[in-house]
């Protein structure tokens, strides 16, 4: 991750010689107020709007994303007009000189192929237009031409090449990190979609088959049965949010062990300790629910005498711990490393690798699953949550259904 940041850092720091350029258009002297030198006001106005600029590429090269970020990038480069094209047509144009658009796009042919930028002569017979040259700069990704980048200004400038050159690049790792949360996205879209397929058709099978045995002798009973497993299943088949609550998600468990306790009864002990300053905790989505699940598999299996199960959750100054503990069969500490390094997906592996490999991804390696156990010694996991992090929040599960 510090090498990423690092060269994040070095593809924006080319940004400041753009400076240099938007500081020759724009810098006064009697504008500068506390900021120094009009070096140091150009620094500062160009990372001032680059800032600006960003977010709205990180949403990817779109034509409402463009249109947001061009007026921007061409305060950047302080050209008198500036577009934003893909491989088929110019997205957004700020500034004058809008009726060039189709003489662009025939010129963006050949950067569009190669992915190198090039400048030339614009024609124009319209006497208020004063735009006669173009810089067009190529948007890559991975080596591959997303779009490009043009700015228009009324003669040649070789400082402009080199700026618009810049810009271009730092476009490009913007788009860059709209990849990567998409494809973020889709990994934590495919990981969930694992966790639903991994919910057992034995499980279902047999909470209906407990629900129909109590529809004659206790009806009332099957109904509660019944809102249960609709509750549970709901929950676990949504589809919006990357994140839920602690709250919601043990509210979820709840309706999970009030179907396992109709079926087990009497061998099944579970106990619940939560704090409540806990309970707004942010977390992935059908992160705990999977370890319960796996604590409940493992607690009974083998057993003909009672299992119990605990489950706390613990406020920690600045992080949430959870703890699930079984008193069952246990595992082989061997065994269980394979299963988190992807080495072996025995059943009920696929759970605890994806929820491990989650929270690594969203906290950081420091915040994977803690797993203790042996073979006859049940097992005890651990999972640390932080009470806050950028990009981690989720909406109440009323509002979010």
């Known amino acids: 991750m510090s090498g990423f940041l690092a060269g994040l850092c070095v ?11 938007l500081g020759r258009r724009t810098a006064r002297p009697e504008s500068l107020g506390g900021l120094g ?22 949403a990817g090269l779109t034509g409402e994303t463009a249109r947001r970020s061009a007026r921007r990038l061409r305060t950047l480069l302080g050209t008198d007009a500036l577009c934003l094209a893909d491989q088929t047509q110019v997205l957004a144009w700020d500034g004058v ?5 189709a003489e662009i796009m025939e010129r963006l042919a050949g950067p569009l192929e190669t992915g190198r930028g090039e400048a030339f002569r614009l024609n124009c017979d319209a006497p208020d237009c004063p735009l006669r040259w173009a810089v067009v700069a190529p948007l890559t990704v991975d080596d591959r031409v997303h779009g490009a980048l043009v700015a228009c200004a009324p003669r040649e400038s070789a400082v402009l090449v080199r700026a618009a050159g810049e810009v271009a690049r730092w476009v490009s790792v913007q788009l860059e990190l709209a990849d990567l949360d998409q494809s973020r996205t889709r990994l934590i879209e495919a990981e969930i979609k694992a966790l ?7 499980f279902i099978f047999n909470s209906l088959a407990v629900i129909a045995s109590f529809v004659r002798t206790d009806p009332e009973r099957a109904r509660e049965l019944l809102l ?11 589809r919006h949010g990357d994140f839920t609550t602690l709250a919601d998600e043990l509210h979820a468990i709840d309706h999970y062990l009030a179907l396992v306790r109709a079926r087990f009864g ?22 705990l629910q999977p370890l319960v699940e796996n604590a409940v598999k493992h607690g009974l299996e083998g057993k003909a005498d009672k299992s119990r199960i605990s489950i706390t959750a613990q406020d920690a100054g600045a992080e949430a711990l959870v703890v699930i ?20 997906s025995p059943s009920g592996g696929i759970g605890l690798s ?11 390696d420091d915040y994977g699953l803690v797993i203790e156990t042996a073979v006859g010694a049940g097992m005890k996991i651990t999972a640390r949550l932080p009470k806050y992090q950028p990009g981690v929040h989720s909406a109440s599960r009323r509002s979010a259904e």
Do not use: K
Not at 228 to 238: L, N, Q
Not at 270 to 285: G, R, Y
């Open 97 to 101: 000189g809008d009726h060039h658009r």
């Open 228 to 238: 249960e497993f609709a509750d549970f299943t709901r929950y676990s088949f949504r």
């Open 354 to 364: 994806n929820v491990d490999d989650r929270l690594r991804q969203v906290y950081g």
């Open 196 to 202: 639903r397929a991994q919910i057992s058709p034995h």
């Open 325 to 344: 503990e079984d008193d069952g069969t246990g595992m082989d500490p061997d065994l269980l490393r394979r299963i988190l390094a992807g080495e072996v």
């Open 11 to 21: 593809a924006v720091l080319p940004l400041l010689a753009a400076g240099f350029w």
């Open 37 to 58: 030198t009009p070096v140091e006001h150009a620094t500062f106005q160009t990372l001032h709007t680059a800032s600006l600029a960003a977010p709205p590429l990180r």
């Open 266 to 287: 009497e061998r099944l002990s579970v106990t619940l300790q939560i704090a409540p300053e806990v309970l707004p905790v942010a977390l992935p989505f059908l992160c």
